[in-house]
């Protein structure tokens, strides 16, 4: 998989990308992560890439010829999406993560300052995506969000066990979407509370009913909006 991210701040990215399973993948060869500044395709001494707003208003709006051609610039002939990071787009889900990781070509596109010529959005972006309904001083932070997520979903980054047992990739029957169910490791006893009972037995059938029932309980108590009602 490549990635390409669009930005004005490329050293935000440096730490997490250098570190843990992301630098892991990088150098495994599974995918390809490049930082692009936004203002290497400013035609002016100073590098410009905003201006003020038609209309009025505080702030300045990034500017469509600029980042027109750095997407262009940055396009290849084969699978590929672009999209923008935006407190506009759709709130990001772990089945868009799942669907984003079978992608060979990925074109991030941070924004900040104001927000985007609206053109921008219309003629040159797949998608808009949200991390959340709050705000951010710019799309650099929800842009990690996002490669994280994608990465440790392509195949060989993690053992598969990994990805498929987790919050949100969990279900019942009904297709709940399930949180992880609680986990436990050693000492059995501690500050006088142990360890359930039945994770000690070795009856993985039993353990089995217990996750899910532990699952499903911890899902309806802190996000029953995951849980189809009756």
């Known amino acids: 998989m490549k ?26 060869k599974l995918v390809e992560i490049e930082i692009h500044n936004l203002r290497d395709w400013a035609e002016d001494k100073h590098k410009t890439v905003d201006d003020r707003p038609f209309g009025g208003g505080k702030g300045m709006v990034l500017r469509v010829d600029i980042v027109h051609k750095a997407i262009s610039a940055l396009k290849s002939k084969g ?57 951010l001083t710019g799309g650099e932070i929800p842009t990690m969000v996002l490669v994280d997520s994608i990465v440790r979903l392509i195949p060989g980054v993690l ?18 979407k399930l949180l992880d169910f609680p986990s436990y490791t050693r000492p059995e006893k501690y500050l006088g509370t142990s360890v359930p009972k039945v994770l000690l037995t070795g009856n993985h059938k039993e353990i089995e009913i217990w996750r899910k029932e532990k699952a499903l309980e911890k899902t309806k108590k802190v996000r029953p909006e995951l849980v189809k009602s009756e």
């Open 159 to 176: 053992e598969e066990e990994a990805t498929t047992h987790e919050s949100f990739s969990r279900g019942d029957d009904k297709n709940n």
């Open 79 to 135: 699978e590929e999406k672009t999209i923008l990071l935006s407190p506009q787009g759709k709130v990001f889900s772990q089945e868009k993560a799942r669907e984003l990781a079978s992608i060979d070509h990925l074109i991030l596109v941070a924004g900040h300052y104001e927000g985007f010529d609206e053109r921008i959005v219309e003629n040159f972006i797949d998608e808009e995506i949200s991390i959340g309904d709050y705000i």
């Open 3 to 28: 990635i390409d991210i669009l930005t004005l701040f490329p050293s935000m990215f440096g730490g997490p990308f250098d570190t843990s399973m992301l630098k892991k993948a990088k150098d495994n």
